[in-house]
Nanobody
Framework: QAQVVESGGGLVQPGDSLRLSCRYSGTVFNIYPMAWFRQAPGKQRELVASITRNHSPNYGDAAKGRFTISRDDAENIIYLQMNNLEPEDTAIYYC???????????WGQGTQVTVSS
């Protein structure tokens, strides 16, 4: 059964760093680029960063210069290194394939990131 399990979130102060991990299983995740998404309270889910099978990254405006996405294909893990966190980064972070119709079947529980002083 294909699934993703996100981890690594927590409560941090502004300026701190966190590294999120997404362990995935299932062949569907080897077909499409993978991405980290986030959803803040009262807002729509947004794409934070994506990475292709060739390890080519792409970042949303909020992530540029602060976040780094990477992947370990041997371990089936997608990482999101987040530096210089801001209160506006507070959200539940999810990983999934970039293809939205396909992703609808595989959303996990996400991992909560809270940035507060």
């Amino acid at each position: 059964q294909a699934q993703v399990v996100e981890s690594g979130g927590g409560l941090v102060q502004p300026g701190d760093s966190l590294r999120l991990s997404c362990r995935y299983s299932g062949t569907v995740f080897n077909i499409y680029p993978m991405a980290w998404f986030r959803q803040a309270p009262g807002k729509q889910r947004e794409l934070v960063a994506s990475i292709t099978r060739n390890h080519s990254p792409n970042y949303g405006d909020a992530a540029k210069g602060r976040f780094t996405i990477s992947r370990d294909d041997a371990e089936n893990i997608i990482y999101l290194q987040m530096n210089n966190l801001e209160p506006e980064d507070t959200a539940i972070y999810y990983c999934n394939v970039v293809n939205r119709p396909v992703a609808a079947r595989y959303w996990g529980q996400g991992t909560q990131v809270t940035v507060s002083s």
